[in-house]
């Protein structure tokens, strides 16, 4: 069983900056591939980021590349999310997800173990 535990979120003005963390329990952390998922409210869950398993491969949504940074610590186990030039429109609960393969991928179904999410709030 892994836990994961987001925190970093917060209210910020809109060009302002955040960084999400999320710490995961156990000693395989460093096989999973890890992601960021976001959720607006009335929208379905939308893909971010993810992280390969050994931190050499990183994909982003089309629409964040150049903002957002996704990055992981395995001596920490800890992933995280940089994320800059914050809008209004990217204001949502923020998830992070690991997947046992070590692939990721931007699917939701693909990923075995979610957090309880961090709250985004982006003020114009």
């Known amino acids: 069983q892994v836990q994961l535990v987001e925190s970093g979120g917060g209210l910020v003005q809109a060009g302002g900056s955040l960084r999400l963390s999320c710490a995961a329990s156990?000693?395989?952390?460093?096989?999973?591939?890890m992601a960021w998922f976001r959720q607006a409210p009335g929208k379905e869950r939308e893909f971010v980021a993810f992280?390969?398993?050994?931190?050499?491969?990183?994909y982003y949504a089309d629409s964040l590349k150049g903002r957002f940074t996704i990055s992981r610590d395995n001596a920490k186990n800890t992933v995280y999310l940089q994320m800059n030039s914050l809008k209004p429109e990217d204001t949502a609960v923020y998830y992070c997800?690991?997947?046992?393969?070590?692939?990721?991928?931007?699917?939701?179904?693909?990923?075995?173990?979610w957090g309880q999410g961090t709250q985004v709030t982006v003020s114009s």
């Open positions: 156990g000693r395989t952390f460093s096989r999973y591939a």
């Open positions: 997800a690991a997947d046992v393969s070590g692939l990721g991928s931007s699917a939701i179904n693909d990923y075995e173990y």
């Open positions: 992280i390969r398993w050994n931190g050499g491969s990183t």
